[in-house]
């Protein structure tokens, strides 16, 4: 079943990339932690603004934090997302020279950041082999039967680690998101079509 689910995987998304837009490496953590409660494509939307009036991380960090409220006021949590910019921005900057460092530790410090984020950030910047468990995945994992209806995020990631080979896990992250968006919807999910329709609780009336 795990190479059935790959090999599908590969047929629908052959080149998997993040989908939200970046150019540096704090830009994808700033990204990831606005992303919270919203969608990619609202984030782009801000960011886009976002990044290039305050095009380094000193000028976010010195940035009024009225003016980044007004940037970011479409994705909504906008005070909180506004003040975790500019502290991020500071601790980046005091603490690893402007550098997103390949320390799941110190990203979870950070204001806003937490393991998702973080698996996020790490599995892009660094390939670090680990999933972050949104509700695309964590969704697409119940329904596929690697994890059990009332799993926690914490416990779906051990279980996919587990499921899936290592090596394949900064691959199937994307993977896993793009299906769950754009296929294993929450709502109307395109079965007809799916080749694991079969192994799958949606399709059976048990979600």
Same mark, same amino acid.
Do not use: W
């Given at each position: 079943?795990?190479?059935?689910?790959?090999?599908?995987?590969?047929?629908?998304?052959?080149?998997?990339?993040?989908?939200?837009?970046?150019?540096?490496?704090?830009?994808?953590?700033?990204?990831?932690?606005?992303?919270?409660? *919203?969608?990619?494509?609202? !984030?782009?939307?801000?960011?886009?603004?976002?990044?290039?009036?305050?095009?380094?991380?000193?000028?976010?960090?010195?940035?009024?934090?009225?003016?980044?409220?007004?940037?970011?006021?479409?994705?909504?949590?906008?005070?909180?997302?506004?003040?975790?910019?500019?502290?991020?921005?500071?601790?980046?900057?005091?603490?690893?020279?402007?550098?997103?460092?390949?320390?799941? *530790?110190?990203?979870?410090?950070?204001?806003?950041?937490?393991?998702?984020?973080?698996? !996020? !950030?790490?599995?892009?910047?660094?390939?670090?082999?680990?999933?972050? !468990?949104?509700?695309?995945?964590?969704?697409?994992?119940?329904?596929?039967?690697?994890?059990?209806? #009332?799993?926690?995020?914490?416990?779906?990631?051990?279980?996919?680690?587990?499921?899936?080979?290592?090596?394949?896990?900064?691959?199937?992250?994307?993977?896993?998101?793009?299906?769950?968006?754009?296929?294993?919807?929450?709502? #109307?999910?395109?079965?007809? #079509?799916?080749?694991?329709? #079969?192994?799958?609780?949606?399709?059976?009336?048990?979600?």
């Amino acid at each position: 079943m795990m190479n059935e689910i790959i090999e599908y995987l590969d047929e629908l998304f052959p080149n998997p990339r993040c989908e939200l837009n970046y150019n540096k490496d704090y830009e994808l953590l700033i990204a990831v932690m606005l992303s919270a409660q *919203t969608t990619d494509k609202r !984030v782009n939307m801000v960011t886009d603004i976002l990044f290039k009036k305050y095009d380094t991380l000193e000028k976010l960090s010195n940035a009024d934090i009225n003016d980044i409220i007004y940037i970011i006021k479409p994705i909504g949590t906008f005070n909180k997302k506004s003040a975790n910019i500019i502290s991020i921005s500071k601790s980046l900057l005091n603490d690893s020279g402007g550098v997103v460092p390949n320390d799941r *530790t110190y990203l979870e410090s950070l204001d806003g950041v937490g393991r998702k984020t973080a698996n !996020v !950030v790490l599995s892009n910047l660094y390939n670090v082999p680990c999933i972050a !468990v949104d509700t695309h995945v964590s969704r697409v994992s119940k329904r596929l039967k690697i994890a059990s209806s #009332n799993d926690d995020v914490l416990i779906i990631e051990k279980k996919l680690m587990k499921f899936f080979p290592k090596d394949k896990l900064c691959r199937l992250h994307h993977q896993l998101v793009l299906f769950g968006r754009y296929y294993c919807k929450a709502q #109307n999910p395109l079965c007809e #079509n799916c080749k694991l329709k #079969n192994r799958c609780n949606y399709k059976k009336g048990k979600e």
